[in-house]
């Protein structure tokens, strides 16, 4: 490793070219990467130096975990057509295969869930496949693999690394029995441990951490930097960000927006330019109703456990005849709210809808009462992927509201096909959804048309309130801008309201009348669509309120 | 015409494709060994009838989500329970018949809700808890054929005067009055048994109109996709205990029509390995484990049992010695075996 070498020894540098390239630790030059002819990530550019921490910044789906895991090598990558462009590890172009050269080649990941062996002490974890050992006889018959461990040789290293991290962990304590912030601190000794160690990638390790537990780490992150070690840093703390890394680059729709010495950044900034551009198509956008209408939705401290989306406390009140719009990152709970509503996860709170109180954890009642639920998760909940398009579109109404159903004397509920293949027809012509016809089998069919599928779905209900969740998720641009004018032409034409869930603050702006955001499980705000983009982006990042700024409701 | 075949080929299954035509060939050689091409017809067709309500019985489970109905013996039990208490009272001819389904359909209804209730709490291991509870009430039968009240002395031990046979002749009760019911001889030997033909084909258009109705419509979906079942207000559980309570039911109504076909009532051991050639047949008829169709129920009994037919005689035939047994075995066993793995691939996707 010559390269190393001569950072040890920095007057062995040659002027010139060399000198550049020594200096920078990690170069990203022009790197740019398709999914399926999406482009996720364009033109990136952006140098690392000796020592340098780097924020990293952006709304989910901005490119963040692409472009590291094309630094990481990650199969993923490969499987889909690699990417252009170079990764410049000291000066060198780097051709990662596997995460295994990566972490060769020095560089480590922390990841947001943890790679650890839960019945393993500390120690053990840290070393594992990197243990020190001794010789003994068997060695000579079945090769190195038979080496004797040698427990107090690595009970010291792991020491010194947990010792690094400036915290106080034993190495003898197993895993399984640590707080999640010390499975973090054991991971990253892990990465400590390594010798070649040059660039750290940090993947929100403070997201599980308290406040006096994120002191300690962005301390141990400072030590790190000393020593030489690159560092990039991703969080949603902004404040973090701020404190602990020499530079801030912000990832906006896969390109970079900005990349300046954190000095020159405040959080107002940085949020205005993570959710970014306000041009985006406003034709959709409306004109605001008058705020005196009565509610039709209220809900009263809702509590969802659903995984990966908890809702912790969420009151709120929805106008009758509007669309509201609910935001905020990947994980703060916006999903739960109509996932418990709709009675999918297990809740508790009160939810009185159109006047009357709502038992919840019953799909059916709330279905019953007059709601209706487009799922976030089309294939799991939202379809009966291996059924013709004409049941999928009638089968919630027939279910649930006794439509498409012809009573044939004997109380039999015979399903009326031609009722069934009418609607569907209708369905197929109004919202253009491209097959060979009714029969036609959804599994069949491409992302933005089984979204159709769905959307036709609750229409042929005729709900008197409407969830949508991440309706446009995964579908491509006509089929987006399709589903929208549906949602909107619904609201307009049957005042049916709207309730929609969406990742993208920019679409929920272009359709909505008011935006709750959500964070940590709850409401960090309610906004008009027409508030500074600004305002929201702080909301997201859970520093709006607690700074008082004015927050309209 | 290669590319054409090849189609025809992938829609059918190969499975199917390479039975029909093994079939076919025996069939094609029956002659050349001496064995007539009607007679076997006569006799595939009447096994057909025998066995095609049980393969029937598999369709709802495997619709609602509970897999395939390895527990069939429980319905089977039931049969031979209606089969006995009406020999028990002296029925003869068709009300003999009705009366067995009469007391059957009852007990399998209560014991197959029972067994749904026990599949509910064991959803994903469905077919495994399926196997055992069919072994373990067989085993439990076992005991109360002994003890049973039953007095009819036809029924009893010969000695000693308590406890059902083995084996139990229905002549003289109800042989074979289904077979008989208006069916037709086509030369000296080609019989056709109307009566147990057209109650399988009523049992099929029964279970294909269910599915047609609202409630088969909700079972159809949980079987398909629990969480779009459940988001769209379908109660899964009770779909799937009414599922079971169908395939229980019609494993009994199946029991009886196999007896009065058989000639015998067959207790203790005799429903053991009921399951299996009814669980291989609908398998060779190119049902799923999460998907069947009456189409795969009929064209998978008739291959089925057109091979059991045909082995014994054909091969036998050729080979002089006995290979029936041994092609059954292969044949079921093999079909189940082949699209339990067809499953774990349908996972992985």
């Given at each position: 490793m010559s390269g190393a070498e001569a950072f040890d020894s920095p007057g062995a540098y040659v002027k010139g070219e060399r000198e550049i390239a020594d200096k920078t630790l990690l170069h990203m030059r022009n790197v740019q990467k398709d999914f399926y002819g999406n482009?996720?990530?364009?033109?990136i550019n952006f140098e690392m130096k000796r020592g340098e921490i780097i924020g990293l910044v952006g709304e989910n789906g901005a490119g963040k975990s692409t472009l590291m895991n094309i630094l990481f090598g990650m199969p993923v990558i490969r499987e889909t057509g690699g990417y252009e462009g170079a990764v410049l590890i000291e000066g060198e172009e780097a051709h990662f295969r596997n995460p295994l050269d990566a972490i060769d080649a020095g560089i480590g990941m922390v990841h947001q869930e943890f790679f650890l062996i839960p019945s393993f002490t500390a120690t053990e974890n840290i070393l594992l496949n990197r243990e020190s050992s001794k010789y003994n006889i068997l060695v000579e018959i079945f090769g190195e693999r038979l080496r004797t461990l040698d427990r107090a040789a690595m009970r010291e290293r792991a020491e010194r690394a947990i010792r690094e991290l400036g915290v106080d962990i034993s190495p003898d304590t197993l895993v399984s029995d640590m707080p999640v912030s010390y499975r973090q601190f054991t991971e990253i000794a892990r990465e400590i441990d390594r010798e070649k160690m040059k660039i750290l990638v940090l993947d929100e390790p403070t997201a599980v951490m308290t406040e006096s537990e994120t002191d300690t780490f962005l301390a141990a992150m400072k030590r790190l930097a000393a020593k030489g070690i690159g560092q990039i840093f991703i969080s949603h703390r902004l404040r973090e960000i701020l404190d602990v890394c020499d530079r801030i680059v912000v990832l906006r729709d896969g390109r970079i927006i900005r990349d300046l010495p954190?000095?020159?950044?405040?959080v107002r900034k940085i949020a205005s330019w993570m959710v970014g551009r306000d041009v985006g198509d406003s034709s959709l956008r409306r004109v605001r109703k008058e705020e005196t209408r009565p509610a039709i939705l209220s809900v009263r401290n809702l509590r969802v456990d659903m995984p990966?989306?908890?809702?912790?406390n969420v009151s709120l009140e929805v106008r009758r005849g509007e669309i509201f719009g609910i935001g905020g990152l990947a994980g703060q709970g916006k999903l739960g709210i109509p996932n418990g509503v709709m009675g999918l996860h297990p809740s508790d709170g009160a939810v009185v809808f159109d006047g009357r109180t709502l038992r919840l954890n019953d799909p059916l009642e709330s279905l019953r009462s007059g709601m209706a639920f487009i799922s976030e998760d089309r294939r799991g909940v939202g379809l009966l992927i291996d059924e013709s398009i004409a049941l999928n579109i009638a089968f919630t109404a027939m279910q649930v509201q006794e439509r498409f159903i012809a009573k044939i004397p004997g109380g039999v509920k015979w399903r009326d096909e031609q009722a069934l293949r009418a609607c569907a027809k209708e369905y197929i012509d109004r919202l253009e959804i491209r097959c060979t016809g009714p029969d036609q089998r959804v599994v069949e069919l491409s992302g933005g048309n089984q979204q159709k599928i769905c959307v036709a779905k609750v229409l042929?209900?005729?709900?008197?309130l409407l969830f949508a969740s991440e309706p446009t998720r995964g579908i491509d641009i006509g089929a987006k801008r399709l589903v929208l004018e549906v949602l909107r032409e619904f609201n307009e034409r049957y005042g049916t309201t709207i309730v929609m869930t969406s990742s993208e603050l920019q679409e929920l702006r272009s359709i909505c009348d008011r935006i709750a955001i959500v964070y940590e499980g709850k409401i960090a705000g309610i906004l008009p669509?027409?508030?500074?983009l600004e305002e929201f982006g702080l909301l997201m990042l859970g520093t709006g309120a607690r700074e008082g700024e004015p927050v309209h409701a | 015409m290669r590319k054409r075949f090849g189609r025809l080929v992938e829609n059918v299954g190969w499975a199917r494709v390479i039975i029909a035509a093994f079939l076919a060939l025996l069939f094609a050689v029956a002659p050349l060994v001496g064995i007539r091409v009607d007679t076997s017809l006569s006799d595939t067709l009447l096994r057909v009838g025998m066995n095609g309500i049980m393969v029937l019985a598999m369709v709802p489970m495997i619709q609602s989500g509970c897999g395939l109905n390895f527990g069939l013996p429980l319905g089977v039990i039931a049969g031979l329970v209606g089969a006995v208490t009406s020999m028990e009272f002296n029925w003869t001819g068709f009300a003999g018949f009705f009366m067995a389904i009469v007391f059957a359909v009852p007990l399998a209804a209560l014991l197959g809700f029972l067994y749904g209730l026990v599949l509910n709490r064991a959803k994903g291991d469905e077919m495994m808890i399926a196997t055992y509870v069919g072994f373990s009430s067989v085993a439990f039968m076992c005991m109360m054929w002994l003890l049973l009240p039953y007095k009819n002395p036809l029924m009893l031990w010969g000695f000693g005067g308590t406890g059902l046979r083995t084996t139990i002749s229905l002549e003289g009760f109800w042989l074979t009055v289904l077979d008989r019911f208006l069916s037709f001889r086509i030369g000296e030997f080609f019989f056709f048994p109307t009566g147990t033909i057209l109650l399988f084909a009523f049992g099929c258009f029964l279970v294909w109109a269910f599915f047609r109705t609202k409630a088969g419509t909700a079972m159809t979906a949980a079987g398909s996709n629990a969480q779009f079942a459940r988001a769209n207000g379908v109660d899964i559980d009770r779909m799937r205990v009414l599922s079971v309570v169908l395939s229980t039911v019609l494993g009994a109504v199946g029991m009886v029509v196999y007896e009065q076909s058989y000639g015998f009532i067959q207790l203790y051991m005799g429903p053991f390995y009921m399951a299996f050639p009814a669980v291989a047949a609908i398998l060779l008829g190119g049902a799923t484990i999460n998907r069947a169709t009456i189409v795969n129920v009929v064209v998978g009994t008739f291959l089925f049992q057109g091979i059991l037919t045909m082995t014994p005689s054909v091969i036998n035939g050729i080979l002089r010695t006995d290979m029936a047994e041994v092609i059954r075995i292969i044949v079921s066993n093999g079909m189940i075996l082949y699209a339990l793995t067809r499953k774990v691939q349908a996972k992985k996707r």
């Open positions: 482009r996720v990530l364009e033109d954190s000095s020159e950044a405040d990966g989306e908890k809702v912790r042929a209900m005729s709900p008197k669509s027409d508030a500074p | -």
